[in-house]
Nanobody
C-alpha cells in the first residue's frame, strides 16, 4: 500500500487548502481511509475519515463545518478540503488506511500511512 499526500503549504488564517492523497496497492475491498494530523509536541489525531464500504464519513469536532473529505475512485485519490483555516490547524497532515470500513477514525486502527504534508496557518 502506498499513500502520497500533497497540497500542504503556508497559508494565512481564514484561507482554504485542498489536500490530496494518491493511493495505490490497497488490497482490500472493505477499508477506511482518513486524514490525520500531528502538531509539534502532540499526538497524532483523527481529522476526517471515509468508509470505502458504505461511503459514510466521520469528522472530529474541530473539522465539522470547515473540512470536507471526498474521494475520486477513478483517480485513486482522497481529498480533504479545508476552509476557514485557523492557526491551530497547523500540523503535518497524514493519510491513513485501515482494514474494515467500520473502524473508528482514530490512528490506533490504521495500519498504513503516508509521509505527510505540512500545513502552516499564520495568524
Amino acid at each position: 500500500v502506498q499513500l502520497v499526500e500533497s497540497g500542504g503549504r503556508l497559508i494565512q488564517a481564514g484561507g482554504s487548502l485542498r489536500l490530496s492523497c494518491l493511493t495505490s496497492g490497497i488490497p482490500f475491498d472493505d477499508y477506511k481511509i482518513g486524514w490525520f494530523r500531528q502538531a509539534p509536541g502532540k499526538e497524532r489525531e483523527g481529522v476526517s475519515c471515509l468508509s470505502n464500504t458504505d461511503g459514510t464519513t466521520d469528522y472530529t469536532e474541530s473539522a465539522k463545518g470547515r473540512f470536507t473529505i471526498s474521494n475520486d475512485n477513478a483517480k485513486h485519490t482522497v481529498y480533504l478540503q479545508m476552509n476557514n483555516l485557523k492557526p491551530e490547524d497547523t500540523a503535518v497532515y497524514y493519510c491513513g488506511v485501515g482494514r474494515v470500513g467500520s473502524i473508528a477514525c482514530r490512528p490506533f486502527w490504521f495500519e498504513y500511512w503516508g509521509k505527510g504534508t505540512q500545513v502552516i496557518v499564520s495568524s
